[in-house]
């Protein structure tokens, strides 16, 4: 798991988490770039809307960078 991460994210995500089950367990995650640790599935994280961190700040810089690449 710590792997995938790795390959999609580079360094701005770690797994916190030591203990996987499946897909839709709670996973603690931390984003490197602000700080932000918070929980979310598995399946969310990695699935095709791949979810990230939830901080405000990040979510508005994240639909900024969308709206400047459209």
Do not use: W
């Given at each position: 798991?710590?792997?995938e991460?790795?390959?999609?994210?580079?360094?701005?995500?770690?797994?916190?988490?030591?203990?996987?089950?499946n897909?839709?367990?709670?996973?603690?995650?931390?984003?490197?770039?602000?700080?932000?640790?918070?929980?979310?599935?598995?399946?969310?994280?990695?699935?095709?809307q791949?979810?990230?961190?939830?901080?405000?700040?990040?979510?508005?810089?994240?639909?900024?960078?969308?709206?400047?690449?459209?």
């Amino acid at each position: 798991m710590k792997k995938e991460i790795e390959n999609l994210y580079q360094d701005e995500y770690s797994l916190l988490s030591t203990e996987y089950i499946n897909a839709r367990t709670k996973l603690k995650f931390k984003h490197n770039l602000c700080g932000t640790i918070f929980d979310m599935r598995a399946d969310a994280f990695f699935g095709k809307q791949k979810q990230q961190c939830p901080n405000k700040e990040c979510v508005k810089q994240r639909i900024e960078n969308t709206n400047l690449q459209k």
